[in-house]
């Protein structure tokens, strides 16, 4: 636009970013209906716009960083909603992540949180032998019975309580890389993204996928060499550590004979779709995620487009589906599960009348836990007001918030994972 913008401050320094993404903001509002925090606070600085308006104050350097404005920042999460109803189409997400890198480089978080950050996003996540020991610790949590003895358990342990479930005892591991071959003719070929979280706490929704996609004629080859997808590390403000763990990704992967890479997490999707984002200023790497990226592909969106088999069983269900943020808002899919589910035969689908974000946002709870409670428990709301029997996600971290808050109501209603129903709905050989 011609618009000269003066660089005072170092906030956006050595980014991809165009600064004159900030400027695009025209402050309409229409924004504010669709931000979880500007619709439970009713503040104008807990909003997108709000929220911009104080990354330019720092940029030009009108204001300093200071511990209240890191609050109104941190508390976002990151759903990126507003972007959908954005009529000047500003990148908030990308915005957002920025800044939050400006707010860990400059050291402004407190010291637990620091810490807290480094062991997640520097230790636990990249590392699926210490994710694996974790996971550990939380059923020695459970048996103990811990989480209900409110005396002695810490404060920042709550909100481990909604992965107090059932956990699978099988992990879902590639002890070396792992193919799994389709019987079926006419064979298609595809790569699987295992991830971090998954294969310890939904490890059963992983081989699930497995089956699906072979029952639906794909090879399925899950490369040993990959890593966390590194989402959690950009929502942290761990940029370097998210493009270490894209470059490892990117790595295992680009040079397999595949057709998609296939993703069951709404959220390793939506970040694995912009890597390209993280290597705007890395020539060497850059080429390589546009082809990376082009590439993935969620379940569903998959299952559409081969297409997909209809399965044989009868599942009299009543269902609601839950639109994940990052699958919805950023990736755009939300006919592609629905369709899915008209494919099995007794399905009926009942929208929810709200299906705004659960307040899950990686682990958002960890830091905001009223916050993440309060959602979750409108979200609860809408879910019940369908009255449905399962309510079904493409997100492990959404299925992890609605199962703690059922768990909470002693709710009866099933969370289960899209695949797992269109997996109970096949039949296969025995």
Do not use: W
């Amino acid at each position: 636009m011609g618009m000269e913008i003066k660089r005072k401050n170092t906030i956006f320094t050595g980014t991809q970013m165009d600064i004159q993404d900030l400027y695009k903001c025209v402050h309409c509002g229409l924004c504010l209906s669709s931000c979880p925090t500007y619709t439970v606070l009713g503040k104008e600085t807990d909003s997108p716009r709000g929220r911009i308006a104080y990354m330019k104050a720092i940029y030009e350097e009108k204001t300093d960083l200071t511990p209240r404005i890191v609050s109104h920042l941190d508390s976002c999460l990151q759903c990126r909603a507003c972007e959908s109803v954005c009529p000047s189409g500003v990148p908030f997400g990308r915005l957002m992540e920025h800044t939050k890198s400006y707010i860990v480089n400059q050291k402004k978080y407190s010291f637990f949180r620091s810490v807290i950050n480094k062991f997640l996003y520097k230790i636990v996540f990249p590392k699926p032998f210490i994710l694996s020991l974790t996971s550990i610790a939380i059923k020695v949590y459970k048996s103990l019975q811990i989480h209900k003895i409110r005396i002695i358990k810490p404060t920042f342990m709550t909100p481990l309580d909604k992965m107090i479930t059932d956990t699978p005892k099988e992990v879902f591991r590639a002890e070396g890389s792992v193919f799994y071959s389709s019987t079926t003719d006419n064979k298609k070929s595809v790569a699987l993204l295992s991830g971090c979280v998954m294969p310890i706490v939904q490890s059963d929704t992983m081989r699930a996928t497995v089956r699906v996609l072979n029952k639906n004629g794909c090879d399925v080859f899950v490369p040993e060499l990959q890593k966390c997808c590194g989402a959690l590390n950009i929502h942290g403000g761990d940029l370097e550590g998210a493009k270490s763990l894209a470059k490892a990704n990117i790595d295992a992967f680009i040079e397999l004979d595949i057709e998609a890479i296939i993703v069951v997490s709404g959220g390793c999707g939506a970040i694995m779709k912009e890597y390209y984002d993280l290597f705007q200023n890395d020539p060497d790497y850059l080429e390589k995620a546009i082809k990376f990226s082009s590439k993935v592909k969620d379940i569903a969106e998959y299952l559409i487009e081969i297409p997909i088999i209809k399965p044989e069983k009868k599942l009299n269900y009543n269902v609601t589906y839950q639109d994940s943020c990052h699958l919805s808002n950023v990736q755009k899919i939300t006919t592609p599960p629905r369709k899915l589910l008209e494919e099995i035969e007794g399905i009926t689908i009942i929208e929810m009348e709200d299906n705004k974000c659960c307040g899950a946002a990686g682990v958002y709870s960890l830091f905001h836990k009223e916050m993440s409670s309060v959602l979750a428990g409108s979200k609860m709301d809408s879910i019940e007001s369908t009255r449905a029997d399962v309510v079904i996600s493409g997100n492990p971290g959404c299925m992890i918030q609605i199962n703690g808050e059922a768990s909470k109501r002693k709710s009866s209603i099933k969370v289960m994972h899209l695949v797992d129903i269109l997996d109970e709905a096949y039949t296969y050989p025995s």
